[in-house]
Structure formats: structure tokens, C-alpha cells
């Protein structure tokens, strides 16, 4: 089994920063792009940045100069430094990646976390 487990979220005030993290583990052959989605009430979930396992990022329009994804390949691990927070960056964070897994060795496929919260006050 495969499991990606978040932490970081929280409350903190507009312009604060906070930093997201998700270790992936259990049986991974092979791990491919790790990412982070958003997910706010009334919404959609939105791409907020991913990164292949060769370092190459692509952001969402609203972390656009304001967050940086980054990973640890040796851990598992993927980062979400968040800067200038605004009231609207508030919803719920997805980690995401895409891997192989020694129960299915020829299927890539996609899994979650469970989800972190971050609320930004005005």
C-alpha cells in the first residue's frame, strides 16, 4: 500500500508564510511527479504546483510568484513553501503523486493525501 501523509497547515494571518510537506511511502516502485492541489469551499480542486522527479516545476496562476514547490527525492518527499498569503489562498491542500507501486508494477497511477488545512485571516 501507498500512503502520502501531509503536514504544515494552519491559521496564520495574511502576508505570513507557511511550508506544506508530504512523505510518500510504502511499496513505490517507481515515484513520478508529486504535487499540491487546493481545494476551497464551493469549489473545484485547482492545480497549485507540481514537479517532476527531475526537479522541473509548473505552477498554478494563483502561486505564481508567490510559492515554491520543491522535493526531496532520497525522502519521498515533496515541499510547498507558501509566501504573502492572502485570505483566498484559505481551503484545503492535497498532496498528489503519481507512481507505480509494487502491487501494480505496469500502471501508473495517482494517489492522495488526506488533505491539510490552510486558513488565512484578513
Known amino acids: 500500500q501507498v500512503q502520502l501523509v501531509e503536514s504544515g497547515g494552519g491559521l496564520v494571518q495574511a502576508g505570513e508564510s507557511l511550508r506544506l510537506s508530504c512523505a510518500a511511502s510504502?511499496?513505490?516502485?517507481?515515484?513520478?511527479?508529486m504535487g499540491w492541489y487546493r481545494q476551497a469551499p464551493g469549489k473545484q480542486r485547482e492545480l497549485v504546483a507540481s514537479?517532476?522527479?527531475?526537479?522541473?516545476?509548473n505552477y498554478g496562476d494563483p502561486a505564481k510568484g508567490r510559492f515554491t514547490i520543491s522535493r526531496d527525492n532520497a525522502a519521498k518527499t515533496v515541499y510547498l513553501q507558501m509566501n504573502s498569503l492572502k485570505p483566498e489562498d484559505t481551503a484545503v491542500y492535497y498532496c498528489?503523486?503519481?507512481?507505480?507501486?509494487?502491487?501494480?508494477?505496469?500502471?501508473?497511477?495517482?494517489?492522495w493525501g488526506q488533505g491539510t488545512q490552510v486558513t488565512v485571516s484578513s
Open positions: 498528489n503523486a503519481n507512481l507505480k507501486s509494487w502491487d501494480n508494477k505496469f500502471i501508473l497511477r495517482d494517489y
Open positions: 510504502g511499496s513505490i516502485l517507481k515515484l513520478n511527479d
Open positions: 514537479i517532476t522527479n527531475g526537479g522541473f516545476t
